[in-house]
């Protein structure tokens, strides 16, 4: 099974994909996740991508299409994209490679949730620096301040979270990503469910618009 999650950013397409990666023996590919891991390791691609990511633009589509295929060209099991396609032209370079590999999209789901609500998050959100576990200090706060439940290490804002960028992140997506809604939603595997519930009902009902039983 191949599955795309779409939303704004903040919607929890991250905290929806790291559940359903494990329930449903997935790789989740977060086209973000891996861009901040080549700009740490300092790579020629993670060098190209610092000054967009840190501006709240998108990477071009040309990089982030190497990149995948670079990375997922011999992966055998299905693929849980959370990030991408954030283009109409990457959702059409991603037919092409499937349908190059035999195979295809088995479901789009839409997490649908206000703008004001996903301002709000991604202005409380926390990321831990050791694995990637996403908190929010108001709704998710970790047991002990500032330090991740999981694996000890300090949370942190992330850079593309701060307040300045965060609004020409969302105006990115209604420009560049809400087009993507009309270029699936025809298409019968297109499913929405209501981003603003808890992470473990957001979960839950995904999983039943799947007909997966938790
Ligand atoms: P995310 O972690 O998904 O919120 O992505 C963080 C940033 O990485 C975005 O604001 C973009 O700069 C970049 N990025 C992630 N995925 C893509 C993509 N599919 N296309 C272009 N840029 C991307």
Do not use: H
């Given at each position: 099974m191949n599955i795309i999650l779409l939303g704004y950013p903040g919607s929890g397409k991250g905290t929806l994909a790291k559940d359903l990666s494990k329930t449903l023996d997935m790789v989740h590919v977060s086209t973000g996740d891996i861009l901040r891991d080549e700009m740490a390791?300092?790579?020629?691609?993670?060098?190209?991508?610092?000054?967009?990511?840190?501006?709240?633009?998108?990477?071009p589509d040309r990089l982030v299409m190497d990149m995948l295929k670079a990375r997922l060209g011999t992966e055998s099991r299905g693929l849980l994209f959370d990030g991408f396609p954030r283009?109409?032209?990457?959702?059409?370079?991603?037919?092409?490679?499937?349908a190059s590999r035999g195979q295809e999209i088995d479901a789009v789901?839409?997490?649908?949730?206000?703008e004001s609500v996903v301002m709000a998050r991604l202005g409380s959100r926390r990321t831990c620096t050791g694995?990637?576990?996403?908190?929010?200090?108001?709704?998710?706060p970790p047991a002990k301040e500032g330090v991740c439940d999981v694996c000890g290490k300090p949370l942190a804002t992330r850079e593309d979270d701060k307040v300045e960028v965060i609004t020409?992140?969302?105006?990115?997506?209604?420009?560049?990503?809400?087009p993507l809604l009309a270029y699936y939603r025809a298409s019968a595997n297109f499913l929405e469910a209501d981003g603003g519930k808890t992470p473990d009902a957001v979960t839950r009902d995904v999983l039943g618009l799947l007909r997966v039983k938790p």
């Open positions: 390791k300092k790579t020629p691609l993670g060098t190209e991508a610092t000054s967009y990511m840190a501006g709240g633009r998108l990477v283009t109409v032209a990457q959702a059409e370079a991603l037919d092409a490679w499937f789901v839409f997490l649908n949730v206000a694995c990637g576990k996403i908190y929010n200090v108001v709704s998710n020409r992140r969302i105006q990115v997506y209604k420009d560049q990503t809400e």
